[in-house]
Each structure stands twice: as C-alpha cells, then as structure tokens.
T-cell receptor
Framework: KAGVTQTPRYLIKTRGQQVTLSCSPI?????VSWYQQTPGQGLQFLFEYFSETQRNKGNFPGRFSGRQFSNSRSEMNVSTLELGDSALYLC????WGQGRSFLNTEAFFGQGTRLTVV | KNQVEQSPQSLIILEGKNCTLQCNYTVSPFSNLRWYKQDTGRGPVSLTIMTFSENTKSNGRYTATLDADTKQSSLHITASQLSDSASYICVVSHDQTGANNLFFGTGTRLTVIP
C-alpha cells in the first residue's frame, strides 16, 4: 500500500508570490489534514478536508487555503508569501470518519514540502 | 490554556543506553495522547496512541506511560540504537470531534552516539 505522497519536496519562492502544494493520501483514506512545522512553533494545524469539504480549520490567515478533489487528493495554496511562511508543510491522511473512532485512528504523514521564502 | 510541554528539549545518549522523554499537558478534557517519531527531513510516524484508561503501551523498544491524574506521559526507549536518533513529538487530543483539537509539543531531539 503506497504511503502519503507530497509534491514537490522542496520549493524556493520569492516574497509576494503564491505557491501550491499537493498531497495524495493513502488509497481509501478520505481525510487529509495539513500542518505547518517550524523550529520554534512545532506542528500547527492548518485545516482538514474530508470528502471534498473543509471539515476543520486552524488559526491561520486567509492567505492559506486548500481544496480536495474527488479522488481525495488535496492541494494547499499560500498567496502573497511572506518570509515567515518558510516552513515544512506536512499533510496527513487518515480514515477517521469512515466508521472508525477518532480515538483509534492513526494519522499517516507524508514526507513534507520544505518551502523557503526569500 | 491547552498546552503540551516536552522535556528535555534535546538529549544525547550513548548507543545501548536507555532514556526517558517527558510530556506534560494541560489539555482538558483529555481524549488521547500520541507519541510520534520524526526523522530529519521526514514526516512523523506514530509510535503509540493511549486513551485516558491506559497506563502503559509498548511498541518494541518504546514504552509509553500515561498518568491522566497528573497529566503526564513519558516515552521510555530501551537499549537505544543509532536509528533512534530523531525528534519525538507528544500530541494530545482534547475531544473526539476533529483533527484541529490536536495539541502538539515542540518535541525532544534525541541523538544516539556510538
């Protein structure tokens, strides 16, 4: 069974540009969550999508948005990039909400996309 | 305020030795606690998941304990190996309703040296 795939692995962008990151979850999983990881802040939740609908959202500005397609693949977009957006962006897939309790659901993380804003 | 604090921030041990990582949380009401291992440049991998009714859970050389009364958890690594070098992240959930109710510690960076 293939794992969670994130593309690209590395990105360098200029301040003010926008960027789109992609995440393909484990086959059969319909929940995809996105996280930002920085050395000082640790992992912070961005949003979660389930069956093409945003189910939960963290406390990030509107410049951060996402979507999910019918095949459960998800994209995250960051507009008007700022230097502080430099981070490792991780996505996680799970089968939570598909008949399994959240208590027992494991989230499987991708390798992440390392975004550097210069 | 719901918080998760881990200690120490970093740790260096000799190969073959044991070590214990700590996680204290103020998340309430508590739902479950997870320990993840994150190798450099890779995504986190789940080691254990514990609910409030579980005191101990093992996964090979990793043993997690939970004291829901004192809101403390520990991850004990036995007979460390070089491959244990990684960051270990404690994650606490405060209810069953969604991923955004996960609170993350900033991790303990473990380095195992030969």
């Amino acid at each position: 069974k293939a794992g969670v795939t994130q593309t690209p692995r590395y990105l360098i962008k200029t301040r003010g540009q926008q960027v789109t990151l992609s995440c393909s979850p484990i086959s059969g999983h319909r929940s995809v969550s996105w996280y930002q990881q920085t050395p000082g802040q640790g992992l912070q939740f961005l949003f979660e999508y389930f069956s093409e609908t945003q189910r939960n959202k963290g406390n990030f500005p509107g410049r951060f948005s996402g979507r999910q397609f019918s095949n459960s693949r998800s994209e995250m977009n960051v507009s008007t990039l700022e230097l502080g957006d430099s981070a490792l962006y991780l996505c996680a897939s799970s089968d939570w909400g598909q008949g399994r309790s959240f208590l027992n659901t494991e989230a499987f993380f991708g390798q992440g996309t390392r975004l550097t804003v210069v | 305020k719901n918080q998760v604090e881990q200690s120490p921030q970093s740790l260096i041990i000799l190969e073959g030795k044991n070590c214990t990582l700590q996680c204290n949380y103020t998340v309430s009401p508590f739902s479950n606690l997870r320990w993840y291992k994150q190798d450099t440049g890779r995504g986190p991998v789940s080691l254990t998941i514990m609910t409030f009714s579980e005191n101990t859970k093992s996964n090979g050389r990793y043993t997690a304990t939970l004291d829901a009364d004192t809101k403390q958890s520990s991850l004990h690594i036995t007979a460390s190996q070089l491959s244990d070098s990684a960051s270990y992240i404690c994650v606490v959930s405060h209810d069953q309703t969604g991923a955004n109710n996960l609170f993350f510690g900033t991790g303990t960076r473990l380095t195992v040296i030969p």
